[in-house]
């Protein structure tokens, strides 16, 4: 032990073991305190005391399975020991990190591997998140082309940052952070759309998720093809968000190589490539859009980051990449994926309240809709007169509840829940999930239920806030 621990006074194990139990009133009081106001209101204020894999265990030894992945960040799951290896040897290394004035071996390693899975393209920027990414893309996309507008789709998740929320197609979002940058939305799979957009010859790009998080709709097949040549053809950039896509969440490693002969200018990705413990964020780009930025040494820190490239989160992107290849990550993402999807449309014609099973891989959106039957019509009016997405949440609540497993509606409105689990899971937690939501759906259908009495429930709260 050196000098300076041995003269700290700072014990974590003792501050959590002390104070561990006010995590919810200590966010009350200086974080966000809607969250814990809304976690209390839902029943999800669980005590979680420790997660492996994809588990989480709370304080009463109770293990819950995690179908959310922290939004997809945890692509392994949690605690990898191959990424918990490559972090404590990395700070055991004692690296001379972020001088600023010299080129250290791990990001040029990280972005080596990184290019490898997408061969067309040839340069790496590393900043902190998947918002840092897009606003990466959308600056270099802006100066590469000389143009100043950028087209997004309707419904589109790009982040939150200013920058990346001008291509937001969420209103609720944008709402009161106005005036934002000159950008455009498109109907997602509207070739026409983009054309005409295109003809107005402002357009530095086009920005899309091959599957929108947001109700996990997919492009259209053919149309991220078609939109590179329209966007080629007005010398505009295809930027494709694989912030949450991206790293074999759907099967491939990159969404859009689901489509033949599609090659975007830039690729953002971040979330997985953490490996859950330190933020990282990449934009992948063409060598000319990099030279175009950094067109001379006076340019050499047009655009930076503080701690992007750090030794800690290029040593947890190395790890990521090598458990995938070990692991063969991506071939279980697509083959559990298919079980899981095949498993839970096969319920489609069983329960009128579930309209559809959509996506790839492992991100799954299971949409519900109005039903047949007069009873469970008049309760679903009920529920969508005070607020849509009302029933999704209540289907979201007993999984937690009784069944224990974590899952979220996909966003706000929507009866749509969003299936986004860490990649490693197996036919195990497929079984797990699908006899839960059997039991939660039989529920929902049946003559009372606890559901339908949590639905009322919503309802008062809904009607409260109006």
Not at 261 to 271: F, H, I
Request: contains cysteine; proline residues 4%.
């Amino acid at each position: 032990m050196t000098a300076a621990e041995q003269g700290s006074g700072f014990d974590l194990d003792k501050l959590l073991a002390e104070r561990g139990s006010e995590r919810y009133d200590l966010h009350t009081r200086h974080l966000n305190h809607q969250l814990p106001r809304m976690l209390h209101t839902i029943g999800f204020d669980k005590v979680y005391e420790r997660a492996e894999g994809a588990y989480f265990w709370d304080d009463e030894d109770q293990d819950y399975l995690d179908m959310l992945a922290g939004f997809g960040v945890m692509g392994l799951g949690r605690h990898h020991p191959v990424v918990r290896k490559a972090l404590h040897d990395v700070l055991d290394a004692q690296l001379a990190d972020l001088t600023r004035f010299d080129c250290q071996p791990l990001p040029g390693l990280l972005a080596e591997k990184l290019l490898g899975h997408a061969p067309h393209l040839d340069r790496v920027f590393f900043g902190n998140s998947g918002t840092e990414a897009v606003e990466t893309a959308l600056k270099f996309a802006r100066y590469a082309t000389g143009k100043q507008r950028v087209l997004y789709c309707a419904h589109a998740f790009h982040g939150l940052t200013t920058g990346s929320l001008s291509v937001n197609g969420e209103d609720s979002f944008r709402k009161g952070f106005a005036p934002l940058l000159p950008d455009t939305a498109i109907p997602l799979g509207d070739l026409a759309a983009l054309e005409r957009e295109l003809r107005r010859g402002d357009v530095a790009g086009f920005v899309v998720e091959p599957i929108q998080g947001k109700g996990v709709h997919e492009t259209p097949p053919g149309f991220l093809r078609a939109a590179q040549e329209l966007l080629h053809k007005h010398k505009a950039l295809l930027i494709a968000d694989e912030v949450q896509t991206g790293l074999g969440r759907t099967g491939t490693f990159f969404a859009y190589q689901h489509e033949s002969g599609v090659e975007p200018d830039l690729v953002c990705v971040a979330k997985a490539l953490s490996g859950g413990y330190v933020p990282v964020g990449a934009t992948l780009g063409k060598d000319w859009i990099f030279k175009r930025v950094y067109s001379s040494m006076d340019r050499v820190l047009v655009h930076s980051a503080s701690f992007g490239a750090n030794a800690q989160a290029m040593a947890a992107g190395l790890a990521v990449l090598a458990v995938m290849e070990d692991e063969k990550v991506v071939e279980n993402a697509r083959h559990t994926g298919e079980l899981l999807h095949s498993r839970l449309a096969a319920l489609v014609d069983r329960y009128e309240l579930l309209y559809e099973v959509r996506g790839r891989g492992l991100m799954i959106g299971i949409e519900f809709g109005k039903p047949a039957s007069l009873g469970l019509r008049s309760r679903w009016a009920m529920l969508q007169a005070a607020r849509k997405g009302l029933f999704a949440q209540m289907v979201v609540v007993p999984l937690l509840q009784r069944h224990r497993i974590l899952t979220q509606v996909s966003g706000d409105h929507l009866e749509v829940i969003k299936l986004i689990p860490p990649l490693i899971i197996g036919e195990r937690e497929v079984d797990r999930f699908v006899e839960a939501f059997t039991a939660v759906m039989d529920d929902a259908h049946g003559g009372g239920g606890l559901m339908w009495d949590f639905g009322r429930t919503l309802v008062k709260q809904a009607m409260a806030h109006r």
